[in-house]
Each structure stands twice: as structure tokens, then as C-alpha cells.
């Protein structure tokens, strides 16, 4: 690195992403209290809820790294180095991000068919349908983001010779090769958090009753023992 390193610990992208991982890690760990103490079930909904935290911790693991070389910065102000291991990384994130987004989807709807397992077949393979096409999609778009230039390499070293044919496939899959990849990351990020937070709302809902009647338990009996002046 630079005797005078940039990093990319101070910019939004960085900033919002955890913010967001930190919401996402309650409401996990929420819905783990929920399955393994209140309905004493896990189903494959929770496994795959918990894999996709997984993939999104991870690529939230690549961008703080990223953003160590320099993620979100000027390439100006980094050296080659830098600027190579920034782009390496912020790529990986999305890659992984990618992967994230599609089975948080798939985990939404598996949640959903557990709800609804006496419905009609048609309406659960049509909820299935939608979540599998969706995940398909992210996971061509994931191997896209690495097959986008000949050698791959390329992709975060711009001095190697080759070419990047594959970034017009990119863009029909809703992605951009963009120069400020952390509008990108920050894009992403927030759609793959958002997806996991919606599919945990409804699971953790018997939680939040739960500590909401837990605590107008404890506070009603502190209140009790205050009135006949009792030890708290």
C-alpha cells in the first residue's frame, strides 16, 4: 500500500452496507430465538435463511477489504497496487451479493409454502417458479460478473492486454460496468439486505410478542413491588 493510504472506510457505500448488516444480524438472530425456543421448529426456510446471511457476510468481508485498498475513492489518489486489489475485491462482493440475493428469495418463499402447505399445488409451484427464475437470473448474473473479460483477470487490471466483450451481456442481466463501483456495491447491498430483512419479519414476529410480553411482565411486577414496598 501508499505511504499515505486511501481507504474507503469513510464513504456511504461502506457506512450504509453495515448499518444495514447490523439491523440484519438481529433480526437473525430473532428469528433463531423464535425457531429453537418459541416454535420449536426449523424447517428449511431458517437453513437457507441462515446460508444467505453466510454469503452476505461474506460480501460485506470483501468490501471492508475493498475498502481497506481503497474501495470508493478517487483512483487518482491509489496506486496501481491499490488500485488493482480494490477492484479484485469490490467484484468478489458483488459476485457474492449476487448469489445472497437470490436465496433470500428462495428463503422468503420457502417460508411462505411452509405457511400455506394446504393451499392448492398450483399456487405453491407458482410461488416456486418466481423464486427459482429469480435465483437463476442472480446466478447467471454472478458468473457473468467474472466472465465479462477475456482473461478475467482484466476485470480489475485494466494494464492487462485482452479484451471485455462479455459487459453487454452484463448490462442485459441489470448490471453495469461502472467506474465508481461503489455506487454499484451500495446498490446491491441494500437490495441483498432488504430482501433478508423482509424474509425475516414475519418469522420474528411471535419473538416480538414474546419480549413484548416478557417485558410488560417484568415492569409490571417492579411497579408492584414499588407500590407495597418491596425489594426491586
Known sequence: MSDHPQTGFDQPFFIVTWVETGLALVLLSARCFT?????QYTGPDLILTIITFTFGIASMVMATVGAAYGLGTPSATLTNNNDKDALLFG????????????????????????LQKHEAKSKRAFLWFIAGSNFIVNMVAAILVF???????????ERIPGRCPGRKRVQTFGYIQAR???ELILWNQTEMWVVFIVSCMPPTTAFFRFAYRESASRVSSILHRIRTGEEV
Open 91 to 114: 467484484w468478489t462482493n458483488q459476485f457474492l451479493a449476487l448469489i445472497a440475493i437470490g436465496l433470500g428469495k428462495v428463503a422468503l418463499v420457502a417460508f411462505i409454502d411452509h
Open 147 to 157: 466472465v465479462q473479460c477475456s482473461p478475467a483477470k482484466k476485470l480489475w487490471d
Open 180 to 182: 465508481a463501483l461503489a
Open 35 to 39: 425457531s429453537w425456543k418459541i416454535v
